[in-house]
Nanobody
Framework: VQLQASGGGLVQAGGSLRLSCAAS????????MGWFRQAPGKERDFVAA????????YYADSVKGRFSISRDNAKNTVYLRMNSLKPEDTAVYYC????????????????WGQGTLVTVSS
């Protein structure tokens, strides 16, 4: 599976962005999808995940109520809608595909996109 993340950019605090992750290659709908982020000098952290059938979604406490993950298996795309953005949300955001035992652990995902930079100004 090849993953291409897009939609990042510069936004003011309180603003919104929608990230997209387009997949090609093997059957997209077979995989759980996750979003992770990595700020400069920090580890890659879990943000959100969605099951292959979209019947379950998971969020980090830091984004719960502000971010929403969704997927369109017909379009081979997963989305991350980010509202009420804060400066601490600034990071490179990565999408990932796999069949992880635990959706919050990066090593459980087999395929990764290249990342898209989100910068939130105060």
């Amino acid at each position: 599976v090849q993953l291409q993340a897009s939609g990042g950019g510069l936004v003011q605090a309180g603003g919104s962005l929608r990230l997209s992750c387009a997949a090609s290659g093997r059957t997209f709908s077979n995989y759980d999808m996750g979003w992770f982020r990595q700020a400069p000098g920090k580890e890659r952290d879990f943000v959100a995940a969605i099951s292959w059938s979209a019947d379950r979604s998971y969020y980090a406490d830091s984004v719960k109520g502000r971010f929403s993950i969704s997927r369109d298996n017909a379009k081979n795309t997963v989305y991350l809608r980010m509202n009420s953005l804060k400066p601490e949300d600034t990071a490179v955001y990565y999408c990932a595909a796999g069949t992880p035992v635990s959706v919050i652990v990066p090593t459980g995902y087999r395929y990764w996109g290249q990342g898209t930079l989100v910068t939130v100004s105060s």
